[in-house]
């Protein structure tokens, strides 16, 4: 049996408008200065708190925070404008591999469970995924904690699985698990850092990625 694991923002899906506008209003909402595009964009995989803690500082109100953006997600997410959008290609990418024989898809993501649910059955997606690790159920990114539940809740060897992302938090997780990486270069790091923090290959496009996926399993 074969387990491949995928990020979810910046990998299967475009999150740039509701991650950039949760950020402009619930920073408002506290009176805290907004953090720019840029620094937001690149902490994109760590758990909410951690990125919160990095972007307001430890002394911000990081629960109260948090309880904000929960209340604000479903909002935001209910309008055209700031729902995730999966990347071109990559929905026909996950049924094709969740109809391949011997293989079996997961997903370990910055989310917590109550905020990635709802948006994997607005995409129909629910039915891909044999396991789902988020960040209520371990340790904030790089931590591989994700990665090995996702093993033991498929029975999954480390030789046999690998591990799909667009960070250099993602790679670095990897590792750590002893996974095999595969980057993509449409999200929120680019190729060279992917690849300096141990991606085994960095697909351009969806086909590449076919092909890294290919290659890695050796089929």
């Given at each position: 049996m074969k387990l491949i694991i995928f990020d979810f923002d910046g990998t299967l899906v475009d999150s740039r408008s509701l991650i950039l506008e949760s950020h402009r209003i619930v920073f408002a909402d506290f009176r805290l200065?907004?953090?720019?595009?840029?620094?937001?964009?690149?902490?994109?995989?760590?758990?909410?708190?951690?990125?919160?803690?990095?972007?307001?500082?430890?002394?911000?109100?990081?629960?109260?925070?948090?309880?904000?953006?929960?209340?604000?997600?479903?909002?935001?997410?209910?309008?055209?404008?700031?729902a995730e959008r999966p990347f071109d290609g990559v929905s026909d990418l996950l049924h094709e591999l969740s109809h391949t024989a011997d293989t079996v898809l997961g997903l370990a993501t910055g989310h917590r469970s109550d905020t990635v649910s709802p948006a994997l059955h607005a995409l129909r997606w629910n039915e891909f995924f044999r396991t789902v690790?988020?960040?209520?159920?371990?340790?904030?990114?790089?931590?591989?904690?994700?990665?090995?539940?996702?093993?033991?809740?498929?029975?999954?060897?480390?030789?046999?699985?690998?591990?799909?992302?667009?960070?250099?938090?993602?790679?670095?997780m990897a590792e750590a698990a002893q996974l095999r990486s595969i980057g993509v270069s449409w999200g929120y790091h680019q190729a060279e850092p992917l690849l300096a923090a141990g991606a085994g290959c960095v697909a351009q496009s969806v086909d590449e990625l076919r092909t890294c996926i290919r290659l890695a399993l050796g089929d």
């Open positions: 200065p907004a953090p720019s595009p840029a620094r937001s964009l690149a902490l994109v995989g760590k758990s909410l708190d951690v990125i919160l803690t990095e972007l307001a500082g430890p002394a911000a109100p990081i629960l109260e925070m948090v309880r904000a953006y929960d209340l604000l997600l479903p909002q935001l997410r209910a309008d055209p404008v700031f690790q988020a960040a209520d159920m371990a340790p904030s990114k790089p931590h591989p904690a994700m990665l090995l539940q996702a093993l033991a809740a498929t029975g999954v060897e480390a030789k046999d699985a690998i591990f799909i992302g667009d960070t250099t938090f993602d790679m670095h």
